[in-house]
């Protein structure tokens, strides 16, 4: 592969860099959701048993903590 050709452009990585920047604080924003909702989507898809109960563990400590009252004063409102 040619040097040159391999050189990404100063606009596209100021976008990624936006991009990542952006998802960053998506996550940082919702994260009590997204967590629950990451957990939850491992819960489901996987075909064994055993599998589940496992991810079950994790799914309602995790849920418990970041929906509890004391725990809402972390995470800002919703902009809805």
Known sequence: MDPSAAKRPLGVT???CLYAL???A???AHF???AVAWIAFHVL????LRQLI???LFLVP????LFRADA????PPDAN
């Open 14 to 16: 100021i976008i990624g």
């Open 22 to 24: 952006v998802g960053a």
């Open 26 to 28: 998506g996550l940082v």
């Open 32 to 34: 009590g959701r997204l």
């Open 45 to 48: 898809s996987f075909g064994s």
């Open 54 to 56: 496992i991810h079950s």
């Open 62 to 65: 995790i849920s418990w903590t």
């Open 72 to 75: 809402g004063r972390f995470f």
